[in-house]
């Protein structure tokens, strides 16, 4: 008797492969910056590495990804300077495991792509943030990782961004909110 997994396995290989082939998930752009939320409502997204220390103003990251997967996964790893006073209050879509320190938050979640492949993540400042150097580690499929450096500042300060939202919070409005893509 012949061994025939070599043959099978040759004739078999490219299709697995093109199965496999709109598994692919490329970053094609990815920004951190703060939203604002206009008074009718409408949310924009203002790139930057700068996030001013008001309560309410809402920061994050946006990625755009090409692929065909209708879902991806991501893993976001946020760490602050020091602890904050508070990370929240945990809910049915916020539960984020935090590090003995306090000082770490990952967050995890599945999310759905529309037709512009893009996935975001926002928070807000409370009051009992610290002021400094922020980082956000997003892994997405466990394999493409993104990593985001910005400051928290205290208003007035040099580092201050010139444009800043009203304290208003988008983090509620983001679910169904369209985000505006600017690439730099």
Request: aromatic share 8%; net charge neutral.
């Amino acid at each position: 008797m012949r061994n025939s997994f070599a043959i099978a396995a040759a004739l078999l290989l490219p299709i697995i492969a093109a199965a496999h082939a709109g598994d692919k998930v490329e970053v094609t752009g990815a920004q951190f910056g703060i939203f604002c939320q206009s008074e009718t409502g409408a949310v924009s997204f203002v790139p930057g590495t700068t996030v001013p220390l008001v309560t309410g103003q809402a920061y994050g990251w946006v990625i755009k990804l090409k692929t065909d997967k209708p879902t991806v996964h991501w893993r976001e790893e946020f760490t602050l300077p020091t602890a904050p006073i508070s990370w929240g209050n945990p809910s049915e879509d916020f539960q984020p495991s935090i590090s003995p320190d306090k000082k770490v938050s990952v967050l995890e979640r599945d999310a759905p792509l529309d037709t512009a492949g893009i996935i975001f993540n926002s928070w807000s400042v409370v009051e009992g943030d610290p002021e400094g150097k922020y980082k956000i580690r997003v892994i997405v499929d466990k394999t493409i990782e993104q990593i985001f450096e910005f400051d928290v500042v205290k208003p007035g300060s040099a580092q201050t961004p010139v444009v800043q939202c009203s304290t208003k919070s988008v983090r509620n409005a983001m679910p169904g909110a369209q985000v505006a893509w600017r690439a730099r």
